[in-house]
């Protein structure tokens, strides 16, 4: 089915095309897909291996930073904390909606009439997926510079002025998120009804905001890859050095290691969704104006890309 054969939505949500409610037919005979690809169970499994492992880093780098005396360590464990603790509070605040509605059905129709909680949703889905991968590009922009360039710093980066990084990330994130509930873009219900996300109809402002989301995690992916292979090439010349700095190369090895290890995950887990994001709302570009609807094929694919977003949450901590 192209994009051109959907026709309006049905049933009570036909006039409700321009509010959260209208972008996928809640009646539209997916019974079969939803009892293998939505399971509550599905949902509250990776909800609660995903909170587990993130509290049980968390549990362990704070820990750990009692016992660094190495600002450059120090601020590095910092910067992890604030990934472990978005994508904890990610996990957490999505969970506590998404998880009730599939052991209860609730109708957001009559329990969120004004589209509060689904921007609330929607919002958080946006903050905490944003917020990792611009963490893992400033946490390889901070190592690239202090691997490169050693001299150009006094001194490494302070615990204060590392909180105040994370605090800018979070900021950040948060005007992005907050841009649907100012007027760019609209964050609307998916399929299966459990969750809201950003709307890839053919709308200009939803077009708008889908590609700066979009383009802006493909470029925080992109930078963290180049910023990380420069660290890595850097430490293989200089590894077998001077015996005298070897224990620092050693731990700045460690971090190269983790900070590969979060890249990997984040590209794997995060760049499938960002390129069918592109790819879904460019394609609608000509039809701009006569889709109401999101294609069947389209919101299952988005709910399968999600589901490898959540991989990301889960692995991080590990």
Request: net charge neutral; glycine share 8%.
């Amino acid at each position: 089915m192209g994009w051109g054969d959907m026709d309006p939505p049905n049933s009570s949500l036909g006039g409700q095309s321009d509010t959260c409610f209208g972008v996928f037919n809640a009646s539209g005979g997916h019974s079969t897909a939803q009892t293998s690809i939505t399971s509550p169970w599905f949902s509250t499994a990776f909800g609660l291996i995903g909170l587990c492992s993130n509290l049980f880093a968390l549990c362990v780098l704070l820990s750990s930073s009692r016992k660094l005396s190495s600002r450059t360590r120090s601020s590095f464990l910092i910067f992890l904390c604030g990934l472990v603790v978005t994508d904890f509070m990610g996990l957490l605040v999505t969970a506590s909606v998404i998880i009730p509605y599939h052991f209860t059905k609730f109708a957001w129709a009559e329990v969120d009439p004004g589209c509060h909680l689904c921007n609330f949703l929607g919002f958080s889905m946006v903050f905490f997926g944003q917020c990792p991968l611009l963490l893992g590009a400033t946490m390889a922009g901070e190592r690239f510079f202090g691997i490169n360039h050693p001299f150009s710093r006094s001194t490494s980066i302070s615990k204060r002025r590392a909180w105040s990084i994370v605090g800018l990330v979070w900021g950040f994130s948060c005007l992005l998120g907050l841009l649907p509930v100012l007027g760019l873009g609209r964050y609307t219900l998916q399929y299966p009804g459990s969750w809201c996300f950003i709307t890839l109809l053919p709308d200009t402002g939803d077009i708008i905001f889908c590609l700066l989301f979009a383009l802006l995690g493909i470029f925080s992916v992109l930078l963290s890859f180049i910023f990380n292979t420069v660290s890595v090439v850097t430490l293989c010349r200089v590894y077998h050095d001077r015996e005298s700095v070897q224990r620092r190369r050693d731990s700045e090895v460690e971090m190269m290691v983790q900070l590969v290890g979060i890249m990997v995950i984040a590209t794997i887990c995060w760049m499938p969704l960002l390129i069918f994001i592109v790819q879904t709302v460019l394609q609608q570009l000509p039809a701009s104006g006569r889709i109401q609807m999101l294609p069947p094929e389209t919101q299952k694919l988005l709910l399968i890309y999600i589901r490898m977003v959540t991989w990301n949450q889960i692995l991080d901590p590990w």
